[in-house]
């Protein structure tokens, strides 16, 4: 009773640090607070450079772009230009950190994870959730990929399919707040937007019942991420060494992974209150304590 008790105290303290690294983050990414008192999209030069988790670039307070919607405008600018600027940035977001961002530094992640808090029956994960995670990659193979690179060879004019089709995070904030702030962009919505807007209603309900519906199942973002979960400096990680396979972690993942840190890991750290072996922990590798007793998980002579 009393380790139930103490794990639970650590996962909650876990998680408020968790929740205020979040916190802390959408409000970086959405620093021009000004925007959203007159509905203006702000413009400088920061806008130029990349934030690692979705956020939109037409949200009023965003003062950088969003990573997908920067490789789809340089995928659909082949092959006139090479996206050398965004394939660098996710090969160093992705080795110094990939999934985390989806744990720790995505907006749209906070969102989704304070309305599944709202008290309904949840759908737990299970075979058929495991196997629809495999469509984020069809998403990011169509409509991230394909889509903006078959534009550019046959029109030569950008487009963000992705951006343009599906993401609720950009619906909701930037066309919501906008169409409700300027009513000239009232009147420029059309069947395009009626479409995104009901998409975006229906993934945000579905995120109530669901944890994370749109990072287990649609998110591109998160699916490139996913590619450096084997090689990223800051995971979760298991020493093998304590491990004695309970499955006890997997169990309590809200996502669908087959293995702690695997491409499903968001590395959000829910697993490692619910190790009795504590062999989960959080980094590159596990602090070494001298003088007095563990080291990796063994114990030490001194």
Sequence with gaps: MASKMKNAKIKNKANFRRRCIQAVSALLYNANLPGFADGTIYKGRSKGVCVPGLNCYSCPGAVASCPLGALQNALSNLPNKLPLYIIGFFLLAGVALGRVVCGFLCPFGLIQELLHKLPTPKLKKNRFTRRLSWLKYVVLAVFVAALPIGYAFAQGMPVP??????????????????????????????????????????????????????????????????????????????????????????????????????????????????????????????????????????????
């Design 161 to 302: 399919a992705f951006c343009k089709y599906i993401c609720p995070a950009g619906t909701l904030e930037g066309g919501f707040f906008l169409l409700g702030m300027r009513a000239e962009y009232r009147a420029l919505a059309g069947v395009l937007f009626n479409w995104k807007a009901v998409l975006c209603v229906v993934i945000l309900a579905g995120c109530i019942f669901v944890y994370r519906g749109f990072c287990r199942f649609l998110c591109p973002l998160g699916a490139i991420y996913s590619f450096f979960s084997r090689i990223a400096l800051l995971a979760v990680r298991v020493d093998k060494d304590l491990c004695n396979e309970c499955g006890l972690c997997v169990m309590a993942c809200p996502m669908d992974i087959r293995r702690v840190g695997d491409h499903e890991c968001i590395h959000c750290g829910h697993c490692i209150s619910s190790c009795p072996q504590n062999a989960i922990y959080f980094g590159r590798e596990r602090k070494k304590e001298v003088n007095g007793s563990k080291k990796n998980g063994r114990e030490i002579k001194g």
